[in-house]
């Protein structure tokens, strides 16, 4: 079975060569490997075209034309082309162990012959949480930032993300739902996680698979969910959290108008009540939150949340 891997890149070239070269060291080899170059200023698209000259029959390289201005533009861009039995998203800064592909692909065969292959299907992992020379900061994500990995029905998804990308696989049935650039989504991830739970299946390895390098350039990273410093950020920074639930919310719409005549009429309200969210009385956002179960992960969060809902 042919995997193609997405790998946008953007002033990488610190870390893009040892990602690379772990893709290459792969145990599982039947891959293509595609980048997408976002107008790097760096020396970034000449060491991505150097490894497309050397392994021609693996790498392709391509650039766009102007910057996007974030990778999960580029990513979505890949996302929306792309089509194969299988597709991977790929970082440029971190390292795959070695059996990533092969592990990832066991459990998908195994959902496939379990939900057939008609049925879009996501898989992911954990990840290593490392500092940019590679050290150990915690051994799994998942425990590090409080994420639940079975709480992923479209409910738990419209609230807040839990596939990790970089750690995803996902089949053609649900590559083939990714037709449109939405107006707005706050990650790709997050954006492909909603399609799987809304039309599919989530499933998660509890195993880890990547070493999630945490640098100063890092778009997004790992947080401490139990660290003081952590649990007091959210409590207080009532704006953050309030800016986090509204993009949520805006999300939400989107996906509501995008995928409005494949979605069920229970779906369809739910999504529905989650993006209005902002035009509901306190009583109401709390009752709506209750019933529909659209809580973020980890007691500080549901405690920030709440706070927010009951000043907004």
């Known amino acids: 079975m042919m995997i193609s891997i997405l790998m946008p890149t953007f002033n990488g070239e610190k870390y893009i060569s040892e990602q690379i070269d772990s893709i290459l060291s792969q145990s599982y080899k039947k891959f293509k490997l595609i980048i997408n170059d976002d107008r790097s200023t760096d020396n970034t698209f000449r060491i991505i075209s150097e490894y497309a000259k050397r392994y021609p029959d693996i790498i392709k390289v391509t650039q766009n034309e102007k910057n996007t201005g974030n990778a999960k533009y580029n990513f979505l861009k890949m996302m929306v082309i792309y089509k194969d039995d299988y597709i991977m998203l790929c970082d440029q800064d971190d390292i795959w162990l070695p059996t990533k592909i092969e592990k990832t692909m066991q459990k998908m065969q195994e959902?496939?012959?379990?939900?057939?292959?008609?049925?879009?299907?996501?898989?992911?992992?954990?990840?290593?949480?490392?500092?940019?020379?590679?050290?150990?900061?915690?051994?799994?994500?998942?425990?590090?930032?409080?994420?639940?990995?079975?709480?992923?029905?479209?409910?738990?998804?419209?609230?807040?993300?839990?596939?990790?990308?970089?750690?995803?696989?996902?089949?053609?049935?649900?590559?083939?739902?990714?037709?449109?650039?939405?107006?707005?989504?706050?990650?790709?991830?997050?954006?492909?996680?909603?399609?799987?739970?809304?039309?599919?299946?989530?499933?998660?390895?509890?195993?880890?698979?990547?070493?999630?390098?945490?640098?100063?350039?890092?778009?997004?990273?790992?947080?401490?969910?139990?660290?003081?410093?952590?649990?007091?950020?959210?409590?207080?920074?009532?704006?953050?959290?309030?800016?986090?639930?509204?993009?949520?919310?805006?999300?939400?719409?989107?996906?509501?108008?995008?995928?409005?005549?494949?979605?069920?009429?229970?779906?369809?309200?739910?999504?529905?009540?989650?993006?209005?969210?902002?035009e509901y009385s306190t009583c109401k956002k709390i009752r709506v939150m209750i019933k529909n179960k659209t809580y973020l992960h980890g007691i500080t969060r549901k405690i920030a949340q709440t706070i927010v809902l009951i000043k907004s």
């Open 111 to 278: 959902m496939q012959e379990f939900y057939e292959t008609s049925t879009p299907i996501l898989v992911h992992t954990d990840l290593i949480v490392v500092d940019e020379n590679l050290k150990t900061i915690k051994q799994s994500y998942r425990k590090m930032s409080k994420n639940n990995y079975k709480n992923n029905s479209l409910n738990n998804l419209l609230a807040m993300n839990i596939p990790t990308g970089c750690t995803s696989m996902y089949n053609r049935a649900l590559a083939d739902l990714i037709i449109n650039e939405p107006d707005y989504f706050v990650m790709h991830d997050w954006w492909l996680g909603l399609t799987a739970a809304a039309f599919g299946k989530i499933v998660s390895i509890n195993e880890q698979t990547v070493l999630y390098r945490q640098h100063s350039d890092n778009s997004s990273g790992a947080k401490r969910a139990l660290s003081p410093k952590y649990i007091y950020f959210v409590l207080t920074n009532n704006k953050v959290m309030a800016e986090k639930l509204n993009n949520s919310y805006r999300q939400a719409s989107n996906f509501l108008t995008e995928y409005e005549n494949k979605l069920s009429n229970e779906q369809k309200e739910l999504i529905l009540v989650h993006s209005k969210m902002q």
